[in-house]
């Protein structure tokens, strides 16, 4: 049976225990930053997703590069170049101070769903899993926030990937599933994605 690929891990994470909620509010603090030298995991997120082509360098020149740069800079990683093709928007970002790494299952929305009684070692390996980030336009990333869909979507080319990749992590790190709202959409969603290839 054909059948969307999203769908499986979908079942898989439906099929979890719920979570209660933390004992305390959510703290971003509590989950770390970007782990690594130069290239930490942020650059290399803009290094997957970079294209080749024309972008804005550190001096605000144009550049033709097939790879974003980057410089270790005051203890940490400066991106000098890049060019990405928001998935989000389909909008092409070539400023490096605009281009933000989003995690799509936000970080909010996974101490809800029982990361709140991870260990501050677990919650900083969540932040730097690299499954969960897409190189995205800053704007676009703080308009999203911790917003679950259907309250936030991005572009409906991107919308299965995007389900798809949700549902994955819930799976992979054992969270609970989306409540109602979400859980009706993806279904929804998935119904329309492409067919799993046999």
Request: a positive charge.
């Amino acid at each position: 049976m054909r059948i969307a690929r999203a769908a499986l891990v979908l079942l898989l994470a439906l099929a979890l225990a719920g979570a209660a909620a933390g004992p305390s509010p959510y703290r971003r603090a509590d989950w770390g930053g970007w782990q690594g030298n130069c290239p930490d995991a942020r650059t290399k997120v803009l290094m997957r997703d970079a294209r080749p082509g024309v972008g804005t360098g550190i001096s605000g020149l144009p550049m033709i590069r097939s790879a974003p740069a980057y410089f270790f800079q005051d203890g940490g990683c400066v991106l000098g170049w890049v060019r990405i093709e928001d998935p989000y928007t389909g909008a092409i970002l070539n400023d490096p101070q605009r281009v933000h790494v989003d995690h799509v299952l936000a970080l909010e929305e996974a101490y809800r769903a029982g990361g709140w009684r991870w260990s501050r070692e677990k919650k900083a390996e969540f932040f730097n899993w690299p499954f969960n980030h897409l190189a995205v336009g800053a704007s676009v990333n703080e308009s999203k926030g911790s917003r679950p869909p259907p309250a936030w979507q991005p572009k409906p080319e991107f919308l299965c990937r995007y389900v798809e990749i949700r549902a994955t992590v819930r799976a992979a790190w054992r969270l609970a599933p989306p409540g109602e709202a979400e859980a009706r959409f993806m279904r929804e969603t998935l119904a329309g994605c492409p067919p799993l290839r046999p």
